[in-house]
């Protein structure tokens, strides 16, 4: 938690809300098996901040980054979608560099989180190429890290003596174990509840001096302007979806989870989510719903794109969300 040596992108140039308005732009063609693909790029392209960024070509016009850049692929698709006078477009550049952004093949099915995840860190890492010797502190000061990024607070106490120690870790994306919570409040009051540890799991006490029960809790220490969520759905114990209903509100006050429970609200808005269908989490299909930049809601399935309401984004057994503070 050093201040960083240096800021690579000023955050008061970080625009929140759209800087131009369009109908929404083109759907995706699936080419082969990559609607997993489609997904993350459309809720990426309806990212204000990051959209208004991509488009205003800031990074492309400083990159010298010799092949392989997610940055640049990002401004092209993004101008491409939303520029488009066509219904539907193929998202060629992003599925010819797959091989540079993960372990995924266009013919065979893939998971959007997983996706997410490392096209996040392809972006992160451009946003990086050319920054020699940085601290670890200037690192997330990326225009990536500063719109999706965030930190964790570790904290253990010892139940004997009740030393505190602190840990911290960034993040782009939290993934919450659903378990039987039927909403996402109760995830995320799940995922703030601290834990014992004890028997094997103890750890020694730099007060006590030996291995001792204790507690640990992880609370939210810096919230991210985007934050983004993955219902965990994957059984770990078999290949199944763990399909329960687990409510998700349009706005969403992130307060009771953080660090300093003492503050004022911290609102954010739903603006994307994404939906897989089939029993499995190794096949299926993926789509998504994003709210456009004219404030409308619309269904995004690969090369369709429809209008619908909140009631009905709402409605959906979701996979990922994405709010907007």
Known sequence: MTPPQRILFPPEKIYMDWQQIWRPGAGLYNLGSTCYINVILQCLTYTPPLANYLLSSHHSQFCHQQGFCMMCIMEEHVRKVLYSSVSAIRPR?????????GE??????????????????AMQ??????????DISSHTTT?????????LR?????????????????????LLKIKAASSLTTVLE???????????????????????AASKRITIHH????????????????????????????????QPYVSDTAGELLLYSLYAIVVHSGHTCLGGHFFCYTKANNGLWYKMDDETV??????TVLGQQAYLLFYIR
């Open 154 to 174: 570790f904290r253990v106490t010892c139940l004997s003596c009740q030393a505190v120690s602190d840990s911290y870790k960034t993040f782009l994306d939290v």
């Open 104 to 121: 995924f093949k266009p013919d065979r099915p893939g998971d959007a989180y997983e996706f997410l995840c490392c096209t996040l860190s």
């Open 223 to 254: 919230t991210p302007r985007v934050f983004t969520v993955c219902l965990g759905r994957a059984d770990v114990r078999s290949s199944r979806k763990i399909s329960q209903v687990v409510e998700y509100p349009e706005y969403l006050d992130l």
């Open 190 to 212: 799940n995922f703030v509840t601290p834990k014992q540890l004890d028997g094997k799991k103890c750890l020694k006490c730099s007060k006590c001096k030996k291995k001792i």
């Open 306 to 311: 429809d209008g619908c309401d909140i009631h």
């Open 93 to 101: 550049a992003v599925i010819k560099n797959l091989k540079f952004i």
């Open 125 to 134: 890492r451009a946003c990086l190429s050319g920054s020699i010797d940085l």
């Open 143 to 151: 225009i990536i890290h500063q719109i999706f990024g965030g930190f």
